[in-house]
C-alpha cells in the first residue's frame, strides 16, 4: 500500500520505472502545447517508462522536479522526443524480409509495371529511422536495375535530426552486420572507422518529416514499409494508421510491418497474408 502510494505520488523520486497519472498528464500537455505531439496515442506502458528513464539519466530527483525542468528548460522538449523514439536500424535487419522483397516482391511489382502508363514504381518508408532500410531498398534495385521504370523512394520520420543523419550516409559498423561483404565492398567507402555509402545509392532516396500519426496526407504507393514503428502505438492507432496505408496502397500493393507486429482486427480484411512469416501482407 505505501509502495503503491509513493509510486503515485508525483514528489516521489524515479525509481520504479513508472510515471503516475497526473504527471503523465501534464508531460503530455506540454508536449501537445509546445509541438502538436499526442502522447495519449502511444502505449502507455512502454511511454511511461521511457519518460521515467530520461527523467532518471537527465538527473531529476522526482517527478516533480523533472516537470520543472519540462517546463522551464527550453532544450528538455527535444530531448525527451529524442528519448521517446528510439531510432534503432541496420542494413538488411531481418535479412529474409529482404529477401524475400528481392525474390518475389519487387520482381512481381516491376513486372506488374513495366509497360503501364505510370510506369513509376512508389516505395515509401515510413518510420525510416538513420536511412537503412530505404537504403537497403535502394541497394536492391540498384543491382535489379529494372529497365524501362522510374523508382520513387520515399523515405519519411518525425524526427528531423535523424533524417538530417539519414542523408549523410555514415554509418558505424554494428549497422552494417547483416549486409553482404560484397555489397559494402561495392557500395561503401571507409571513413575513419565508419562507412559512407556512396552518393549514388543515396541520391536513390528522398528524405522527408511526415508524422504517421498526425499528418493526414499519405504518399500513394505500390509498397510500403513501417517496420517496428506500431509496435509503440495503441491498438486503435495501429488500426487508424493502417486503414489509411490500405487507403493509399494500389490494389495488389504490399505492406511490410516488422516480425514483432501484425495485422488484426477491421485493417486485416482489407490484405491478404503474402508471407506470414515476413509479415507482408497483400492490398486485396
Ligand atoms: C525502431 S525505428 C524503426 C526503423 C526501421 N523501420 C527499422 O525497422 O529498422 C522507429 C522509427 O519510427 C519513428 N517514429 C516514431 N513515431 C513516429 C511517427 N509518429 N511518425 C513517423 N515516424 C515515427 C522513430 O523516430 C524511429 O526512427
Redesign the pocket.
Known sequence: MAEDHQRKSPAAPLLEGDFPDEAFAEVREILFERIGFDLGMYKDGCIRRRIARRARNCGARGVTDYLARLRGDKDEVPALMAAL??????FF?NFPTFEYLRDRVLPELIQRLRGTRSNELNIW?????GG??PYTLALLLHEMAPLGLSLSLLA????PD?LQRASEGLYDSQRLVELPDRLRERYFTVEGNRYRLNENIRQMVRFQR????TDTEYPRSDLILC???LI?FSREEQDRIIGHFARVLRVGGFLVL?RAENLMGRPRLLFESESARERIYRRV
Open positions: 523514439t528510439i531510432h534503432v536500424s541496420q535487419r518508408c515510413a518510420g525510416c529511422a537503412e532500410e519519411t520520420d518525425i524526427s535523424i511526415h508524422n504517421i500519426m517496420r517496428n514503428v509503440y516488422g
